[in-house]
């Protein structure tokens, strides 16, 4: 059962460094703020997983920030204490000062100049915003051609997707290239190749693009844990571990498996070809166990009654483990899980051996390890 959708740019939060490596900088940010009715305005910025909130009052219609950064870095505006509010009006901050403009009734208009790291993210918003635009066009279009149930024109709207996509490859390894010391590539690394269009190839590669300067800083090491994301869900390498609750409230961990060939099974008890599949999953199942092959069940269900249920009725003798929270599951999150059923296959060592083995081939694939 697949979710079926387009797969869009993530939005521009980016940022860049200086060539050498940062140092320690205070920082002064001087804004007007045109119609703004709110008496504080609110700058925050992410570090270590950890969201920074400050705040200061708009005096007719001027504010003011100053504050200490390791390393260039990305900040935004919000006029409510909560980080996540609106509108999130975002730059980049460096040594250099930043000052900013804008009117609260046409964002549309707003200036904000700074240091080279905020002029890195014009120029990476400006060769993106275009690709994003074509996006977007492609898919009304293909959504009017859906509606009119004409599918030469899907078709054609589906290739020009592909082609697009293609393109925005290019632009992004191209950015990487041309900015091999900025901070903004390795948030590109991190969050436009967390895309499934990129293999693990592809990232390897451009990651390669980079100076060894920035590989220690922030943005540098997002990009190489994207890389050691990928690896952990790509054939041939360890699977990356993970942890979640058995029916119980039981902590089941990936790693209990380790010394047996087990199959991570992502099913869910509303999904027709998942419950299609189960009997050849128990047949498999009864066959190997004792020659050292198991399975565990990781439910996209969110009540657990249905679940539990279905586990009963389809004789699933494995461990099962979930968190209930549907297509959100953590486990299919941390595998980029679009569609069940799927499946792992992972080898006594903890690697992954193979992926998406159903009916016979998932029999044939257990007999070239285990004998008949």
Same mark, same amino acid.
């Given at each position: 059962?697949?979710?079926?959708?387009?797969?869009?740019?993530?939005?521009?939060?980016?940022?860049?460094?200086?060539?050498?490596?940062? $140092?320690?900088?205070?920082?002064?940010?001087?804004?007007?703020?045109?119609?703004?009715?709110?008496?504080?305005?609110?700058?925050?910025?992410?570090?270590?997983?950890?969201?920074?909130?400050?705040?200061?009052?708009?005096?007719?219609?001027?504010?003011?920030?100053?504050?200490?950064?390791?390393?260039?870095?990305?900040?935004?505006?919000?006029?409510?204490?909560?980080?996540?509010?609106?509108?999130?009006?975002?730059?980049?901050?460096?040594?250099?000062?930043?000052?900013?403009?804008?009117?609260?009734d046409s964002l549309q208009t707003l200036s904000i100049?700074?240091?080279?790291?905020?002029?890195?993210?014009?120029?990476?918003?400006?060769?993106?915003?275009?690709?994003?635009?074509?996006?977007?066009?492609?898919?009304?279009?293909?959504?009017?051609?859906?509606?009119?149930?004409?599918?030469?024109?899907?078709?054609?709207?589906?290739?020009?997707?592909?082609?697009?996509?293609? $393109?925005?490859?290019?632009?992004?390894?191209?950015?990487?290239?041309?900015?091999?010391?900025?901070?903004?590539?390795?948030?590109?690394?991190?969050?436009?190749?967390?895309?499934?269009?990129?293999?693990?190839?592809?990232?390897?590669?451009?990651?390669?693009?980079?100076?060894?300067?920035?590989?220690?800083?922030?943005?540098?090491?997002?990009?190489?844990?994207?890389?050691?994301?990928?690896?952990?869900t790509t054939i041939g390498y360890p699977a990356i571990?993970?942890?979640?609750?058995?029916?119980?409230?039981?902590?089941? $961990?990936?790693?209990?498996?380790?010394?047996?060939?087990?199959?991570?099974?992502?099913?869910?008890?509303?999904?027709?070809?998942?419950?299609?599949?189960?009997?050849?999953?128990?047949?498999?199942?009864?066959?190997?166990?004792?020659?050292?092959?198991?399975?565990?069940?990781?439910?996209?269900?969110?009540?657990?009654?249905?679940?539990?249920?279905?586990?009963?009725?389809?004789?699933?003798?494995?461990?099962?483990?979930?968190?209930?929270?549907?297509?959100?599951?953590?486990?299919?999150?941390?595998?980029?899980?679009?569609?069940?059923?799927?499946?792992?296959?992972?080898? $006594?060592?903890?690697?992954?051996?193979?992926?998406?083995?159903?009916?016979?081939?998932?029999?044939?694939?257990?007999?070239e390890i285990f004998g008949k």
């Open positions: 059962m697949n979710k079926v959708k387009f797969l869009f740019l993530s939005t521009f939060i980016t940022g860049t460094m200086l060539a050498q490596k940062p $140092k320690p900088f205070t920082f002064v940010i001087e804004g007007i703020a045109k119609n703004y009715t709110t008496k504080y305005i609110f700058l925050s910025h992410k570090w270590d997983d950890k969201t920074f909130t400050d705040s200061t009052k708009v005096v007719e219609g001027k504010f003011k920030f100053s504050g200490k950064s390791p390393e260039p870095n990305m900040y935004w505006f919000t006029t409510t204490s909560n980080a996540l509010g609106q509108p999130q009006i975002i730059f980049y901050v460096d040594g250099a000062k930043t000052t900013v403009n804008m009117n609260m100049v700074g240091g080279q790291s905020q002029k890195d993210y014009e120029e990476y918003k400006v060769t993106m915003l275009g690709f994003q635009l074509q996006q977007q066009q492609i898919v009304s279009e293909y959504n009017n051609a859906r509606s009119a149930n004409d599918m030469n024109a899907m078709q054609m709207k589906q290739n020009e997707f592909e082609s697009l996509t293609k $393109k925005v490859k290019e632009g992004l390894k191209n950015f990487v290239k041309t900015h091999p010391k900025s901070a903004v590539s390795g948030y590109i690394i991190y969050a436009e190749y967390a895309n499934p269009i990129f293999t693990m190839q592809e990232v390897e590669e451009v990651i390669g693009l980079l100076d060894k300067s920035i590989l220690e800083t922030k943005y540098g090491k997002l990009a190489k844990d994207r890389l050691a994301t990928l690896q952990g571990n993970f942890t979640q609750n058995d029916p119980n409230g039981k902590p089941v $961990k990936l790693s209990d498996y380790k010394g047996k060939v087990v199959l991570v099974d992502f099913w869910a008890s509303w999904c027709g070809p998942c419950r299609q599949e189960n009997p050849n999953v128990v047949a498999a199942y009864n066959k190997y166990k004792g020659k050292g092959f198991t399975v565990l069940g990781v439910s996209f269900d969110q009540d657990k009654n249905k679940w539990l249920g279905a586990v009963e009725k389809d004789q699933l003798a494995w461990d099962q483990v979930s968190d209930l929270k549907g297509w959100g599951n953590e486990v299919g999150r941390i595998y980029s899980i679009s569609s069940i059923p799927s499946n792992l296959l992972i080898d $006594k060592e903890g690697k992954i051996l193979d992926k998406n083995l159903r009916g016979p081939a998932l029999d044939l694939k257990l007999e």
